[in-house]
């Protein structure tokens, strides 16, 4: 099992997002959990974050409908950048029909409208971060391997 760690510095960020549009009025950020997965999986592997809603027993358990959960490489990321995924992801977030909400492209066009095409900048120096986040872990367990075979 992945090791997760609460992200409540996100929720602050989410919920000045939240304040800031009017989009926003019907998403409740107590029926969202904000979380961290501690490493960049495979699966994740070109992701600063995604959304999910909840099983019906995870949402009896925690109370919650829909959880973000943000990749270590989000954290490289400029605040503006930061800002930028958070508002991407609670995009997807359909609290009428607690459904996950598709792109209507490639990006959504009112994020584009309101931020321009300076997201692909940001992507391309995030897939940059990740190939040497990458060739380090590779390392460290290289260096690991030699160290336990002493």
């Known amino acids: 099992m992945k090791d997760f760690i609460e992200a409540n510095d996100l929720r602050e960020m989410a919920q000045q997002i939240i304040d800031s549009e009017k989009?926003?009025?019907?998403?409740?950020?107590?029926?969202v959990e904000f979380c961290r997965i501690k490493q960049q999986t495979k699966q994740g592997e070109h992701l600063f974050a995604f959304v999910q809603r909840l099983?019906?027993?995870?949402?009896?358990?925690?109370?919650?409908?829909?959880?973000?959960v943000f990749y270590p490489i989000f954290d490289t990321l400029t605040e503006k950048g930061k800002?930028?995924?958070?508002?991407?992801?609670?995009r997807h977030i359909d609290p009428e029909n607690k459904k996950i909400i598709n792109h209507d492209f490639a990006e959504f066009r009112s994020m584009v409208k309101k931020h321009g095409l300076d997201y692909?900048?940001?992507?391309?120096?995030?897939?940059?971060?990740i190939k040497?986040?990458?060739?380090?872990?590779k390392l460290q367990r290289k260096q690991q391997k030699l160290e336990s075979k002493k």
Do not use: G, P
Not at 132 to 137: M, N
């Open 83 to 90: 800002k930028y995924v958070v508002e991407h992801e609670i």
């Open 23 to 31: 989009d926003f009025v019907l998403i409740d950020l107590e029926k």
């Open 132 to 137: 040497l986040i990458k060739e380090t872990e």
């Open 120 to 129: 692909l900048e940001m992507i391309e120096n995030a897939e940059q971060k």
């Open 55 to 68: 099983s019906d027993l995870s949402r009896f358990i925690c109370k919650k409908d829909w959880a973000i």
